[in-house]
Protein backbone atom coordinates (compact mmCIF):
# COMPACT_ATOMS: atom_id res chain seq x y z
CA UNK A 1 0.00 0.00 0.00
CA UNK A 2 2.62 2.31 0.40
CA UNK A 3 3.53 2.41 -3.00
CA UNK A 4 -0.08 2.67 -4.20
CA UNK A 5 -0.59 6.12 -1.83
CA UNK A 6 1.52 8.43 -4.22
CA UNK A 7 0.17 7.24 -7.52
CA UNK A 8 -2.97 7.49 -6.43
CA UNK A 9 -2.46 11.10 -5.14
CA UNK A 10 -0.56 11.80 -8.65
CA UNK A 11 -3.80 10.32 -10.14
CA UNK A 12 -6.12 13.17 -8.11
CA UNK A 13 -4.20 16.02 -9.13
CA UNK A 14 -4.86 14.79 -13.13
CA UNK A 15 -8.72 14.87 -13.78
CA UNK A 16 -8.98 18.99 -14.70
CA UNK A 17 -6.45 18.03 -17.38
CA UNK A 18 -7.39 14.70 -18.14
CA UNK A 19 -10.92 16.00 -19.10
CA UNK A 20 -9.96 18.02 -21.90
CA UNK A 21 -7.54 15.47 -22.64
CA UNK A 22 -8.97 13.03 -24.61
CA UNK A 23 -10.28 10.10 -27.13
CA UNK A 24 -11.62 11.50 -30.54
CA UNK A 25 -11.21 15.41 -29.43
CA UNK A 26 -10.99 15.89 -32.92
CA UNK A 27 -14.21 14.43 -34.31
CA UNK A 28 -16.88 16.98 -34.51
CA UNK A 29 -14.26 20.09 -35.74
CA UNK A 30 -11.88 18.00 -37.98
CA UNK A 31 -13.01 13.86 -38.14
CA UNK A 32 -10.29 13.93 -41.10
CA UNK A 33 -7.38 14.86 -38.51
CA UNK A 34 -5.81 11.60 -37.39
CA UNK A 35 -6.03 10.17 -41.19
CA UNK A 36 -4.43 13.44 -42.85
CA UNK A 37 -1.74 12.85 -39.89
CA UNK A 38 -1.40 9.23 -41.10
CA UNK A 39 -1.29 9.66 -44.71
CA UNK A 40 1.48 12.02 -44.83
CA UNK A 41 3.62 10.15 -42.14
CA UNK A 42 2.81 6.67 -44.57
CA UNK A 43 4.22 8.71 -47.27
CA UNK A 44 7.73 9.54 -45.67
CA UNK A 45 7.91 6.27 -44.24
CA UNK A 46 8.08 5.33 -47.21
CA UNK A 47 11.09 6.43 -48.51
CA UNK A 48 12.63 7.16 -44.97
CA UNK A 49 12.18 4.26 -42.40
CA UNK A 50 14.36 6.54 -39.97
CA UNK A 51 11.78 8.84 -39.29
CA UNK A 52 10.28 7.07 -37.01
CA UNK A 53 13.15 7.49 -34.43
CA UNK A 54 13.48 11.04 -35.63
CA UNK A 55 9.97 11.41 -34.25
CA UNK A 56 10.56 9.55 -31.19
CA UNK A 57 13.42 12.01 -30.20
CA UNK A 58 11.52 15.15 -30.59
CA UNK A 59 8.22 13.71 -28.68
CA UNK A 60 10.32 13.04 -26.03
CA UNK A 61 12.71 16.29 -26.27
CA UNK A 62 9.52 18.44 -26.25
CA UNK A 63 8.14 16.87 -23.80
CA UNK A 64 10.91 16.73 -21.08
CA UNK A 65 11.52 20.53 -21.39
CA UNK A 66 8.25 22.61 -20.69
CA UNK A 67 5.92 19.57 -21.43
CA UNK A 68 4.22 18.21 -24.38
CA UNK A 69 3.60 21.69 -26.43
CA UNK A 70 5.76 21.59 -29.45
CA UNK A 71 7.76 24.48 -27.84
CA UNK A 72 10.24 22.52 -29.98
CA UNK A 73 9.29 23.44 -33.37
CA UNK A 74 9.39 27.13 -32.61
CA UNK A 75 12.60 29.12 -34.30
CA UNK A 76 14.45 31.18 -33.26
CA UNK A 77 14.34 34.67 -33.96
CA UNK A 78 16.72 37.78 -33.21
CA UNK A 79 15.72 38.44 -30.03
CA UNK A 80 15.53 34.85 -28.24
CA UNK A 81 17.03 31.42 -28.88
CA UNK A 82 14.55 28.93 -28.69
CA UNK A 83 14.50 25.20 -27.79
CA UNK A 84 15.43 24.13 -31.09
CA UNK A 85 19.22 25.37 -30.83
CA UNK A 86 20.04 24.27 -27.93
CA UNK A 87 22.94 21.69 -28.14
CA UNK A 88 20.81 18.30 -27.16
CA UNK A 89 18.41 19.68 -29.79
CA UNK A 90 20.62 20.34 -32.52
CA UNK A 91 20.56 16.70 -34.54
CA UNK A 92 16.73 16.91 -33.87
CA UNK A 93 14.95 16.30 -37.22
CA UNK A 94 11.76 15.85 -38.85
CA UNK A 95 10.24 19.18 -38.63
CA UNK A 96 9.70 19.82 -41.97
CA UNK A 97 7.39 16.65 -42.30
CA UNK A 98 5.54 18.52 -38.73
CA UNK A 99 5.72 21.52 -41.80
CA UNK A 100 3.79 19.20 -44.03
CA UNK A 101 1.00 17.48 -41.76
CA UNK A 102 0.45 21.17 -40.75
CA UNK A 103 -0.13 22.53 -43.74
CA UNK A 104 -2.20 19.79 -44.55
CA UNK A 105 -4.41 19.94 -41.86
CA UNK A 106 -4.82 24.29 -41.76
CA UNK A 107 -6.38 23.49 -45.40
CA UNK A 108 -8.87 20.75 -43.91
CA UNK A 109 -9.39 22.46 -40.54
CA UNK A 110 -8.10 25.69 -40.31
CA UNK A 111 -7.19 27.15 -36.57
CA UNK A 112 -8.11 23.47 -35.20
CA UNK A 113 -5.43 20.72 -34.61
CA UNK A 114 -2.52 22.00 -32.57
CA UNK A 115 1.64 21.43 -33.43
CA UNK A 116 1.75 19.39 -30.48
CA UNK A 117 -1.19 17.05 -31.39
CA UNK A 118 0.06 16.63 -34.77
CA UNK A 119 3.98 15.49 -32.99
CA UNK A 120 1.94 13.04 -30.68
CA UNK A 121 -0.05 11.58 -33.59
CA UNK A 122 2.66 11.03 -36.28
CA UNK A 123 5.16 10.15 -33.42
CA UNK A 124 2.47 7.29 -32.81
CA UNK A 125 1.64 5.97 -36.25
CA UNK A 126 5.55 5.98 -37.51
CA UNK A 127 5.76 3.52 -34.49
CA UNK A 128 3.29 1.36 -35.68
CA UNK A 129 4.36 1.52 -39.21
CA UNK A 130 7.97 0.07 -37.98
CA UNK A 131 5.84 -2.79 -36.45
CA UNK A 132 5.73 -0.93 -32.62
CA UNK A 133 2.58 -1.17 -30.96
CA UNK A 134 -0.96 1.13 -32.33
CA UNK A 135 -1.49 2.18 -28.89
CA UNK A 136 -4.39 5.28 -28.38
CA UNK A 137 -3.90 8.53 -28.59
CA UNK A 138 -5.60 10.88 -26.33
CA UNK A 139 -6.23 14.65 -27.94
CA UNK A 140 -6.59 18.21 -26.88
CA UNK A 141 -3.20 19.88 -26.77
CA UNK A 142 -2.70 23.26 -26.83
CA UNK A 143 0.68 24.65 -28.04
CA UNK A 144 3.07 26.74 -26.04
CA UNK A 145 3.84 30.26 -25.86
CA UNK A 146 7.05 30.00 -24.83
CA UNK A 147 10.16 28.12 -26.32
CA UNK A 148 13.58 29.55 -24.53
CA UNK A 149 16.84 27.43 -25.43
CA UNK A 150 17.76 28.42 -21.58
CA UNK A 151 14.99 26.03 -20.71
CA UNK A 152 16.31 22.64 -22.30
CA UNK A 153 18.03 20.42 -19.49
CA UNK A 154 18.29 17.19 -20.55
CA UNK A 155 19.93 14.32 -19.52
CA UNK A 156 23.11 13.22 -21.82
CA UNK A 157 24.33 9.73 -23.13
CA UNK A 158 26.63 8.93 -20.66
CA UNK A 159 24.47 9.71 -17.29
CA UNK A 160 23.85 6.90 -14.69
CA UNK A 161 20.52 5.03 -14.24
CA UNK A 162 20.09 6.78 -11.17
CA UNK A 163 20.71 10.57 -12.67
CA UNK A 164 18.52 9.29 -15.40
CA UNK A 165 15.80 8.29 -13.45
CA UNK A 166 15.65 11.67 -11.55
CA UNK A 167 14.67 13.53 -15.04
CA UNK A 168 11.80 10.59 -15.36
CA UNK A 169 10.71 11.46 -12.20
CA UNK A 170 10.59 15.12 -12.19
CA UNK A 171 8.06 14.49 -15.20
CA UNK A 172 6.12 12.23 -13.22
CA UNK A 173 7.47 9.22 -15.40
CA UNK A 174 8.28 5.69 -12.89
CA UNK A 175 10.88 3.58 -13.18
CA UNK A 176 9.67 0.99 -15.26
CA UNK A 177 8.39 3.98 -17.56
CA UNK A 178 12.10 5.42 -17.95
CA UNK A 179 13.89 1.41 -18.80
CA UNK A 180 10.40 1.14 -21.03
CA UNK A 181 10.57 4.36 -22.89
CA UNK A 182 14.88 4.10 -23.66
CA UNK A 183 13.40 1.04 -25.47
CA UNK A 184 12.61 3.36 -28.24
CA UNK A 185 16.03 3.47 -29.23
CA UNK A 186 15.66 -0.03 -30.57
CA UNK A 187 14.85 2.48 -34.08
CA UNK A 188 16.90 5.71 -33.01
CA UNK A 189 20.75 6.78 -34.09
CA UNK A 190 23.53 8.32 -32.47
CA UNK A 191 26.35 10.61 -34.07
CA UNK A 192 29.79 9.48 -32.99
CA UNK A 193 30.27 12.25 -30.89
CA UNK A 194 27.92 10.73 -28.21
CA UNK A 195 29.81 7.62 -27.73
CA UNK A 196 33.37 8.11 -28.56
CA UNK A 197 34.50 8.56 -25.63
CA UNK A 198 33.88 4.74 -25.25
CA UNK A 199 36.10 3.75 -27.91
CA UNK A 200 40.47 3.31 -27.26
CA UNK A 201 41.19 4.88 -30.46
CA UNK A 202 39.24 7.83 -29.65
CA UNK A 203 40.90 7.83 -25.75
CA UNK A 204 44.46 8.41 -26.98
CA UNK A 205 45.42 4.64 -27.03
CA UNK A 206 43.57 4.01 -23.31
CA UNK A 207 41.71 0.69 -23.10
CA UNK A 208 38.42 1.04 -24.34
CA UNK A 209 35.30 0.79 -22.75
CA UNK A 210 34.92 -3.08 -20.58
CA UNK A 211 31.16 -2.98 -20.77
CA UNK A 212 31.31 -2.93 -24.86
CA UNK A 213 31.63 -5.83 -27.15
CA UNK A 214 35.35 -5.77 -28.58
CA UNK A 215 33.80 -6.39 -32.35
CA UNK A 216 31.58 -3.85 -32.04
CA UNK A 217 33.93 -1.55 -30.42
CA UNK A 218 36.48 -2.02 -33.27
CA UNK A 219 33.75 -1.32 -35.92
CA UNK A 220 32.54 1.72 -34.54
CA UNK A 221 35.92 3.15 -34.03
CA UNK A 222 36.51 2.50 -37.69
CA UNK A 223 33.04 4.06 -38.62
CA UNK A 224 33.85 7.32 -36.34
CA UNK A 225 37.35 7.84 -37.44
CA UNK A 226 36.38 7.53 -41.09
CA UNK A 227 36.26 11.02 -41.89
CA UNK A 228 37.66 13.42 -38.92
CA UNK A 229 35.91 16.27 -40.55
CA UNK A 230 32.23 14.81 -40.00
CA UNK A 231 30.34 13.16 -36.96
CA UNK A 232 29.21 10.07 -38.37
CA UNK A 233 25.56 8.22 -37.39
CA UNK A 234 25.07 4.46 -36.27
CA UNK A 235 22.15 2.50 -35.43
CA UNK A 236 21.38 1.81 -31.73
CA UNK A 237 20.51 -1.13 -32.25
CA UNK A 238 22.80 -2.90 -34.86
CA UNK A 239 20.47 -5.67 -35.63
CA UNK A 240 17.19 -4.80 -36.62
CA UNK A 241 17.58 -0.75 -36.67
CA UNK A 242 14.66 0.28 -38.46
CA UNK A 243 12.02 -2.69 -37.05
CA UNK A 244 10.41 -1.63 -33.42
CA UNK A 245 11.04 -4.74 -31.78
CA UNK A 246 13.10 -5.84 -28.54
CA UNK A 247 16.15 -6.94 -30.17
CA UNK A 248 17.79 -3.88 -28.70
CA UNK A 249 17.51 -5.46 -24.81
CA UNK A 250 18.80 -8.54 -26.56
CA UNK A 251 21.95 -6.75 -27.67
CA UNK A 252 22.18 -5.12 -24.36
CA UNK A 253 22.78 -8.30 -23.11
CA UNK A 254 25.67 -9.18 -25.52
CA UNK A 255 27.53 -5.62 -24.31
CA UNK A 256 26.15 -3.79 -27.71
CA UNK A 257 24.65 -0.95 -26.27
CA UNK A 258 26.09 2.17 -28.13
CA UNK A 259 25.61 4.54 -25.64
CA UNK A 260 27.19 4.42 -21.98
CA UNK A 261 23.44 4.87 -20.61
CA UNK A 262 21.91 1.70 -22.78
CA UNK A 263 24.45 -0.22 -21.43
CA UNK A 264 24.08 1.01 -18.03
CA UNK A 265 20.42 -0.44 -17.76
CA UNK A 266 21.97 -4.66 -18.44
CA UNK A 267 24.42 -3.50 -15.79
CA UNK A 268 22.35 -1.75 -13.18
CA UNK A 269 20.88 -3.84 -10.19
CA UNK A 270 17.78 -1.76 -10.49
CA UNK A 271 17.47 -2.51 -14.33
CA UNK A 272 18.93 -5.43 -15.01
CA UNK A 273 16.05 -7.72 -14.94
CA UNK A 274 13.42 -5.80 -16.65
CA UNK A 275 15.71 -5.64 -19.07
CA UNK A 276 16.25 -9.26 -19.12
CA UNK A 277 12.72 -9.64 -19.23
CA UNK A 278 12.12 -7.56 -22.40
CA UNK A 279 14.56 -9.25 -23.89
CA UNK A 280 12.60 -12.17 -23.35
CA UNK A 281 9.23 -11.20 -24.30
CA UNK A 282 8.70 -8.52 -26.95
CA UNK A 283 5.10 -8.75 -27.06
CA UNK A 284 5.35 -7.23 -23.00
CA UNK A 285 7.46 -4.71 -23.94
CA UNK A 286 5.53 -3.30 -26.84
CA UNK A 287 2.21 -3.35 -24.66
CA UNK A 288 3.95 -1.55 -21.63
CA UNK A 289 6.18 0.87 -24.43
CA UNK A 290 2.37 2.02 -25.13
CA UNK A 291 1.28 2.90 -22.34
CA UNK A 292 4.12 4.53 -20.88
CA UNK A 293 3.74 6.83 -24.08
CA UNK A 294 0.33 8.02 -23.51
CA UNK A 295 1.84 8.64 -20.13
CA UNK A 296 4.52 10.51 -21.30
CA UNK A 297 1.77 12.33 -24.28
CA UNK A 298 0.31 13.82 -20.82
CA UNK A 299 3.24 15.74 -19.44
CA UNK A 300 2.20 19.20 -18.41
CA UNK A 301 0.00 19.39 -21.28
CA UNK A 302 -1.71 22.67 -21.91
CA UNK A 303 -5.48 22.26 -22.51
CA UNK A 304 -8.86 24.45 -22.60
CA UNK A 305 -8.43 27.68 -22.96
CA UNK A 306 -4.43 27.84 -22.55
CA UNK A 307 -2.15 28.32 -25.16
CA UNK A 308 -3.12 28.62 -28.51
CA UNK A 309 -3.42 26.50 -31.79
CA UNK A 310 -0.44 27.56 -34.02
CA UNK A 311 -1.26 27.88 -37.63
CA UNK A 312 2.31 27.48 -37.94
CA UNK A 313 3.98 25.71 -36.14
CA UNK A 314 7.27 27.29 -36.42
CA UNK A 315 6.19 30.64 -34.88
CA UNK A 316 3.74 32.02 -32.21
CA UNK A 317 0.33 33.47 -33.40
CA UNK A 318 1.07 36.83 -34.35
CA UNK A 319 -2.08 37.79 -32.83
CA UNK A 320 -1.09 36.30 -29.65
CA UNK A 321 1.24 37.76 -27.26
CA UNK A 322 3.66 35.86 -24.93
CA UNK A 323 3.28 35.94 -21.24
CA UNK A 324 6.29 37.77 -19.59
CA UNK A 325 5.86 35.24 -17.12
CA UNK A 326 6.35 32.49 -19.24
CA UNK A 327 9.69 34.10 -20.66
Known amino acids: MTIEIPFL ?18 QSTCPQAESIVLKVVQNRFKTDRSITGG ?9 FVRGCDASILIDSTN ?32 KTVSCADIITLATRDA ?13 GRR ?11 LPGPTVTVSEAFQVFRAKGLSFGDMVTLLGAHTVGFAHCSFFTDRLATFQGGAAPDPTMDSSLASNLSKICGSDPNRDPTVSLDQSTGFTFDNEYYKQLLLKKGILQIDQEL ?13 ARNGNAFKKLFGNAMVKLGRTEVLVGNDGEVRTNCRVFNAQKKVNPAQK
Open 127 to 139: VVLAGGPNYTVPT
Open 9 to 26: LFLLALPLVLADLRLGFY
Open 266 to 278: AIDRSSARTVLSF
Open 55 to 63: LLRMHFHDC
Open 143 to 153: DGLASNIEDVN
Open 79 to 110: QRQSEKDAGPNETVRGYELIDEIKQSLEIACP
